[in-house]
């Protein structure tokens, strides 16, 4: 059973256009991150979420966690060929080890 | 740069054959994790470690061993390979598994299993 699923799973958009991808549970998470990875390598932390219903902003990257910790979406604004890569989010719900999402793999062409 | 450091970056193994993925972490991080990373399946971890000389299975664990003699190394061996176990493998650390400071991940080892 997979506790976070993303969507959508593959995104391709033109350079300046917005995005949104989601990440959601019907579990209750005492914490989120998002991670960006590129091709050939590791994932890469970007943000933590632990309140529900924060907001936080990466440059042009922002961040929400739902209210009711069970679902987070990140927004991208003038997306740019740099945003390229899977963004995975990742958390820890009650007595699960840390899971990470499903993953949504953008393309950003120029 | 500090960080998880993996070796090899790619290997080709004959089906049967044995190896070792190496990681090394410089951060003095008591957790290490191995996971693997295959398509339309996500990360899985495979093993996982607490602290020196700790090892606990994850969710895909047969097939492989670890071990962590010293703190800043998990290695993660595979005794007679398969072709199901052709995937990227990650190693990662981090201070403790429920952390909000994330996993700091190495840049993975690409396997494949002929």
């Known amino acids: 059973t997979q506790l976070l699923e993303q969507s959508p799973q593959f995104l391709s958009i033109q350079e300046g256009e917005n995005l949104t991808v989601y990440c959601n549970s019907s579990s209750v998470f005492s914490s989120l991150q998002w991670y960006r990875q590129e091709p050939g390598e590791g994932p890469v932390l970007l943000v933590t979420?632990?309140?529900?219903?924060e907001v936080k902003k990466l440059k042009r990257l922002t961040f929400q966690f739902g209210d009711a910790r069970k679902d987070s979406s990140l927004h991208i604004t003038a997306a740019q060929p740099g945003d390229t890569g899977l963004y995975l989010c990742a958390g820890t719900s009650g007595t699960y080890k840390y899971i990470f999402g499903t993953g949504t793999r953008l393309k950003v062409l120029a | 740069n500090a960080g998880v450091t993996q070796t090899p970056k790619f290997r080709v193994l004959k089906t049967g054959q044995s190896m070792t993925l190496l990681c090394a972490q410089d951060m003095n991080h008591e957790y290490m994790y191995w996971y693997r990373q295959d398509p339309g399946m996500g990360l899985r971890l495979i093993h996982y470690s607490v602290g020196e000389g700790t090892t606990a299975k994850g969710e895909v664990p047969d097939g492989y061993n670890v071990s962590r003699l010293k703190k800043q190394n998990f290695l993660l061996g595979l005794e007679s390979a398969a072709p199901s176990q052709t995937s990227v493998y990650f190693c990662a650390s981090s201070y403790s598994m429920l952390t909000v400071d994330g996993y700091t991940f190495g840049s993975g080892t690409r396997l494949t299993v002929v």
């Open positions: 979420v632990v309140t529900g219903g």
